[in-house]
Every structure is written in structure tokens, then in C-alpha cells.
């Protein structure tokens, strides 16, 4: 987690996003600039979202991983993480993709720690 994190902070880091003049922003194609940012938007949302699971993930505790039908994209990894309240107990499930099926992905249960 800390590793993709890091990634991608460096990758923010190296868009080298720094105020320049008129004429040099003038001089760049508005493609380029939009594609740029759009970029941006997407890493810093990625590393926002990466820090929100961390935080969770923190204060609960992982009770196991099984399988659940439907298809989480292999762009995302570190994949997703949603609230849970059910049969376990409450907290968070987390969806990563499997890369031995589209059809299938791995769900793993973190529950919250109880005191």
C-alpha cells in the first residue's frame, strides 16, 4: 500500500505543475494542457483514495477473503473498498481483481476492531 502511494506521489511530482507566464501557456496546445490536467485529476484522486483505504484499513481488522461474482478492473489493483454491515459483523469490504477470471474477484472483509 505504502509502495503505490509513493508511486504515485512521485508521478504527481513529476507533471511539474508550475505557474508559468501567459505567453508560455499560449505557446502549449489547449489538447495538451487539458490532457495534462486531466492526468493530474486522476493521479491525485488515486493517491486521495489510496489514503482513505490505508486510514481505514488501519482501524479494522482483516477476518478473511472469498470470492464474489462481478468484475473489478485490473487498472485499479488496490481495488475498491465499500461499507459493509452483515453476517460478519461491520466494517468494510475490499474488491481486488483476479486475474484468473472477468467473472469473479476477490472480496476481502475487514471488521472493525471491537474494545
Not at 486510514?55 to 481488522?61: G, M, Q
Not at 488496490?78 to 469490504?93: C, D, N, R, S
Amino acid at each position: 500500500m505504502k509502495n503505490l502511494i509513493n508511486e504515485l506521489s512521485a508521478e504527481l511530482e513529476a507533471l511539474d505543475f508550475e505557474e508559468t507566464g501567459i505567453e508560455s501557456m499560449l505557446e502549449r496546445p489547449v489538447q495538451h494542457i487539458s490532457e495534462r490536467s486531466v492526468k493530474y485529476q486522476e493521479l491525485s484522486k488515486r493517491l486521495e483514495d489510496l489514503e482513505t483505504m490505508a486510514a481505514l484499513l488501519h482501524s479494522t481488522t482483516e477476518s478473511h477473503t472469498s470470492w464474489s461474482r462481478g468484475y473489478v478492473s485490473r487498472k485499479k489493483p488496490e481495488g475498491t473498498l465499500a461499507k459493509y454491515a452483515g453476517k460478519f459483523g461491520k466494517g468494510f469490504v475490499k474488491f481486488t481483481p483476479s486475474w484468473e477470471s472477468t467473472r469473479y474477484c476477490f472480496v476481502t472483509y475487514y471488521l472493525e476492531i471491537e474494545a
